[in-house]
């Protein structure tokens, strides 16, 4: 059904709010030119096409810039990153309010963003159910209707967990309304959970159908999890407490549906990182998704963009023998992996979705005839690296914690981005060939063998082993914002968190531990996997059909198939001890409350040292281990932000987060100063987190300034009354 969209009705602005421009003359005659596109919505062909179009909304979560304020920035695992157009969002500085101000640049993204999208497709569904009449008793009825109830539930979801009280907004409105009051979220979330049943009782059961980017009633029972589990949470408990005992059972009912019809897929790397081609690749049909962003179309210039390509690159083009390219991808620099968090999240030796979720090595793509200097010896680029289509490392990143012992010496790395002398000190094992650029977690001294540095910092550069799910080298051009790749906005694994930690919350803690424990199984290396071996999607680029066209780039490529975990861990040097490390499986063992694994320790031990609870509290240890391995799991997969509001706890991570914690900038070796000397420069606008305000976001000035009471527009007072508390 989804390929019958008519743009005539494409055309149509259904608002849930129309507050702004859209409450002019203009937008009215507007209405009046598309009237033979109204009258098409009274037929069955019609409305149906109006409900296919909603799937359009799904990529609005992947496309545009203010996806990651809402979900990444001013959490536990993201920080600002060399771009800092958005930096308040992070921070939670006073430029957070009803209207950010000042903006940084024109990539600033405004409060309303969000609230006016998300609204928009909430009346596009009120239009739809309007009229249910029309296709009651046809085919059509169910899909139309469940897509309906599906999308306008979806939105009023996500508007409360960021808002609180928010506008419930159930009817159709042929002409602009200004009349709205926020309704309690008790009442909001009542709404949410009726429209999903309606939903999950209309729409197909056929889990198949979600490889097509369907709306099944798998995605439903999803999401009616996720809505009891959220009204079950603290920053509802104010309220909530009638409802808890049966929200939980809820969870668990349709979490243990979305598990059995959606069966995890074996592999993590089929998840994200297997991807050769849009439409066929593992990564976008695998039995493991519940709902994704899908596209118009087959062919590349008909999709959607998909902005995650840049938003969580890290710089690479002057490294040495390096440019920008397709398989690498444009570096939009707006997103650290925090490192304090990030890398000591996980077991390295044992668990491979740090090496599948990070990527810790680049390519050397533009060795030219210049000269370079290795083991004393001066010979052209092209000569000593005699390919630039991902044949050789270029660039390392080493995550050599102290507790694996591996050390790299101040002699041999770099200590900023602005490579003046390339390090040639390593021999990458796979080639033989000196590796130009090296970057290391841990810094040593050459003479003391202390710790001196990091490569990692805590400032606003890009010096990062970026996260590498989003990659994308198929597209048909070098140097873009977003890529084709479907976004992934629900996948199964996520319902085992929700069992999981419905449990948890029913007391039942060791029992909801070991709910996880398939997903921990699934992330040790397999007996014979190469553990250095690496994948993401910027390895399309070797067989894209684009390649050829691509003028400059058709023999360039930054993608690199090894990471660094053996440079990372030791063993780089010893092939023996390689080929019996890679026979071995790995073991991540059994979770219980009296036995958490050592990465976890250390989280809750720093935690502990603002909040005693994670020292003792049974209740908040689980769901720190809970918090922590979705991590592990969904890194970067936009759900944090919602994750740490909802369960109060961002108050308690952004101490991982440098940059919003304080106004001091300190590294992982507890420096204020980098390896090169250079003082982190100080972050006036750190520290600036409150919890009686930061929880939820401020109510968008448009709306207030729009809005009327009794036909007249709101005074200061009443704006006030209707604004969330400290803003």
Known sequence: MKNIIRTTVLALAFGGLMLGTSCTDAFLDEQKVDQASSDYLNEPEGLASLANSLYQEFNYFFSNESSYCYTNYGTDEFMVAGDNSNQMWNDYDARLGSVVTPAVNSNTQ??????????????????????????????????????????????????????GDIPLVTEAYS?????????????????????????????????????????????????????????????????NAEYKTA???????????????????????????????????????????????????????????????????AWYQGFPLMKRDVAGAREYQRMKTTPSYAYYLYDLENDSRFWKSFKTTYAVNNATDATITVDGQTVPANEYFPSNFGEYLSTMYIINRQDYGEKYYRSEVNVDKTVTSPSYTRTDYRTGKKIPAINALIIYDDETDAVVGTSMTPDYNTLLAPLCKYLDGATNTNNLGGGYRDGLLARSAEDYFFKAEALIRQGKIDEGIAVLQPLRDRAEYKAGEERDAYMDGGMAYLTSIYRTSIKG????CAFYPMNSYYYSLGGWDDADYRARTNAQASELPAVTSSNYPEEDLYIMDRLAENNSAYASDQYTRAMCYLLNEKSREMYGEYKRWMDLARTKTLEDRLVFNDQAWSTELTDITGSKTAVNGVTYATNNTGGSFRAEKHYYRPIPQTFLDNITAGGAALDADQKAAMQNPGY
């Not at 602009?176 to 959970?193: G, L, M």
């Open 247 to 313: 929200d939980l059972e809820a969870v668990i009912k349709y979490a243990d549906e979305v598990i059995a019809a959606h069966p995890l897929v074996s592999e993590y790397n089929d998840l994200f990182n297997n991807f050769t081609a849009y439409d066929t690749s593992i990564t976008e049909t695998n039995t493991e998704i519940v709902l994704s962003s899908g596209s118009s179309g087959a062919e590349v210039n008909n999709r959607k963009s998909n902005w995650g390509l840049a938003l969580f690159t």
């Open 110 to 163: 405004a409060i309303d963003t969000y609230w006016n999208t998300l609204y928009e497709w909430i009346g596009r569904c009120n239009t739809i159910l309007s009229k249910a009449s029309v296709v009651e008793g046809t085919a059509f009825e169910n899909e139309t209707l469940g897509l309906a109830y599906f999308v306008r539930g979806f939105n009023h979801l996500f508007l409360t967990m960021q808002f």
């Open 553 to 556: 780039f058709e023999e360039s």
């Open 175 to 239: 002409t602009p309304q200004r009349e709205f009051s926020r309704t309690p979220q008790k009442d909001v979330y009542e709404r949410i959970i009726l429209d999903l049943e309606e939903a999950y009782k209309r729409l197909t059961s056929d889990a198949s159908q979600a490889k097509n980017n369907y709306v099944t009633k798998w995605a439903a029972a999803h999401y009616l999890a996720q809505a009891h589990l959220w009204r079950a949470s603290e920053i509802n408990d104010g309220w």
